[in-house]
């Protein structure tokens, strides 16, 4: 295999240096060239041809933004994108990763950060994965979340509630049980997260727990995307507060998420423990505290991811040992990156395996 071609493209010229220095540490990376905006970006896409993009969220006469769409539209490549952690910067982040992103990296401290050695690690490997992603299925997804009419929240509200009550259910699997829901993805999880929530119905008889693998500042924004297009409440998980049916919690960048007693009930439990597989949340953290609900059968699911291909792997085991299990993982057709679903599928607990359009379904047919 040859190496892997890397244009750079920011529009401080002090960033594009540091980036280039830091990706060739690897000698199985090139860099082939830099640009200052996404026209000149463009332009050298076409010319250069390389195996990945790393571009940046805010530059003048085309930001990453508009850049990312015509890549996409006119010469499909992985792209990882660079942003701050601004309001607007999450935002954009967002949307570029709607737009067919890879993934994103967050700058430790604006535009120009002296500190960027903090994230140098993240950075080379969310590159190296970029370089391994099927492109074609990049665009399509890209496509596809510019169709859906989850992007303005017009989902039928009749589609899952009909589906919950027509569709047969597995019996007596969790009799006498309350549910709980909970979910692990990383790269891709944005988009597979709005398609399985948007699905979800408001009455569903669960309170979910997530964990979505991404920096402070990224997961607060992500919910309150996702609020705005979902029957169920969204919402970023806050220390101490009960968990309730109907509700998705997401784990807060940079904590684990884990749950505590709180006399009949179960509540939020945030910290920030030792990091896991590269990660703070840690899908296998989750997992394994929610295994200790010994009132509660669960439903577990693993989507899109890399997570360094095994986050949530050994979370899975600690819920089958501890109570009922069903387990959900989604398929290599639809996972951006199929290492964290194939390393679950490999401990041989998943009940079934799915496109990521359809594990809505599959979770409402467990409830």
């Given at each position: 295999?040859?190496?892997?071609?890397?244009?750079?493209?920011?529009?401080?010229?002090?960033?594009?240096?540091?980036?280039?220095?830091?990706?060739?540490?690897?000698?199985?990376?090139?860099?082939?060239?830099?640009?200052?905006?996404?026209?000149?970006?463009?332009?050298?896409?076409?010319?250069?041809?390389?195996?990945?993009?790393?571009?940046?969220?805010?530059?003048?006469?085309?930001?990453?933004?508009?850049?990312?769409?015509?890549?996409?539209n006119e010469c499909p490549t992985a792209v990882v994108m660079l942003s701050s952690t601004t309001k607007k910067g999450t935002e954009n982040t967002f949307a570029a990763m709607?737009?067919?992103?890879?993934?994103?990296?967050?700058?430790?401290?604006?535009?120009?950060?002296?500190?960027?050695?903090?994230?140098?690690?993240?950075?080379?490997e969310k590159v190296m994965a970029a370089s391994r992603a099927n492109v074609h299925k990049l665009e399509k997804n890209a496509k596809n979340i510019e169709r859906s009419p989850?992007?303005?929240?017009?989902?039928?509200?009749?589609?899952?509630?009909?589906?919950?009550?027509?569709?047969?259910?597995?019996?007596?699997?969790?009799?006498?049980?309350?549910?709980?829901?909970?979910?692990?993805?990383?790269?891709?999880?944005?988009?597979?997260?709005?398609?399985?929530?948007?699905?979800?119905?408001?009455?569903?008889?669960?309170?979910?727990?997530?964990?979505?693998?991404?920096?402070?500042?990224?997961?607060?924004?992500?919910?309150?995307?996702?609020?705005?297009?979902?029957?169920?409440?969204?919402?970023?998980?806050?220390?101490?507060?009960?968990?309730?049916?109907?509700?998705?919690?997401?784990?807060?960048?940079?904590?684990?998420?884990?749950?505590?007693?709180?006399?009949?009930?179960?509540?939020?439990?945030?910290?920030?423990?030792?990091?896991?597989?590269?990660?703070?949340?840690?899908?296998?953290?989750?997992?394994?505290?929610?295994?200790?609900?010994?009132?509660?059968?669960?439903?577990?699911?693993?989507?899109?991811?890399?997570?360094?291909?095994?986050?949530?792997?050994?979370?899975?085991?600690?819920?089958?040992?501890?109570?009922?299990?069903?387990?959900?993982?989604?398929?290599?057709?639809?996972?951006?990156?199929?290492?964290?679903?194939?390393?679950?599928?490999?401990?041989?607990?998943?009940?079934?395996?799915?496109?990521?359009?359809?594990?809505?379904?599959?979770?409402?047919?467990?409830?």
């Amino acid at each position: 295999m040859g190496k892997v071609k890397v244009l750079i493209v920011d529009d401080s010229a002090f960033m594009r240096k540091l980036i280039s220095e830091f990706l060739a540490e690897d000698s199985r990376v090139e860099i082939i060239g830099t640009a200052r905006n996404g026209r000149d970006a463009i332009d050298k896409i076409k010319s250069l041809k390389p195996d990945v993009v790393t571009l940046d969220v805010e530059m003048p006469i085309m930001d990453g933004l508009e850049a990312l769409n015509r890549i996409m539209n006119e010469c499909p490549t992985a792209v990882v994108m660079l942003s701050s952690t601004t309001k607007k910067g999450t935002e954009n982040t967002f949307a570029a990763m709607n737009s067919g992103a890879f993934d994103c990296v967050a700058k430790p401290s604006g535009a120009i950060s002296l500190d960027l050695h903090k994230i140098k690690k993240e950075l080379h490997e969310k590159v190296m994965a970029a370089s391994r992603a099927n492109v074609h299925k990049l665009e399509k997804n890209a496509k596809n979340i510019e169709r859906s009419p989850s992007v303005w929240g017009r989902y039928s509200e009749i589609d899952s509630i009909e589906m919950s009550k027509n569709e047969k259910k597995p019996k007596k699997w969790s009799y006498g049980y309350r549910k709980i829901i909970v979910i692990g993805t990383s790269t891709g999880g944005p988009r597979a997260l709005q398609t399985v929530l948007t699905g979800l119905p408001e009455e569903i008889d669960a309170p979910i727990l997530i964990v979505q693998h991404m920096p402070p500042g990224f997961t607060k924004s992500l919910a309150t995307r996702l609020n705005s297009l979902c029957k169920i409440k969204v919402k970023e998980a806050e220390e101490g507060e009960l968990i309730q049916k109907g509700v998705a919690y997401i784990a807060p960048g940079g904590f684990h998420l884990k749950v505590r007693k709180v006399g009949m009930n179960w509540a939020i439990l945030l910290d920030q423990s030792e990091v896991r597989h590269g990660h703070r949340p840690s899908v296998d953290v989750l997992f394994e505290s929610v295994s200790e609900m010994n009132d509660s059968a669960k439903i577990a699911v693993i989507m899109t991811g890399m997570g360094m291909g095994m986050d949530g792997a050994r979370g899975l085991t600690n819920l089958k040992q501890k109570g009922p299990l069903k387990a959900i993982a989604e398929s290599q057709e639809t996972s951006i990156v199929f290492g964290m679903p194939k390393a679950a599928i490999n401990t041989k607990l998943i009940d079934s395996v799915e496109d990521v359009e359809k594990i809505a379904k599959a979770i409402i047919n467990y409830c």
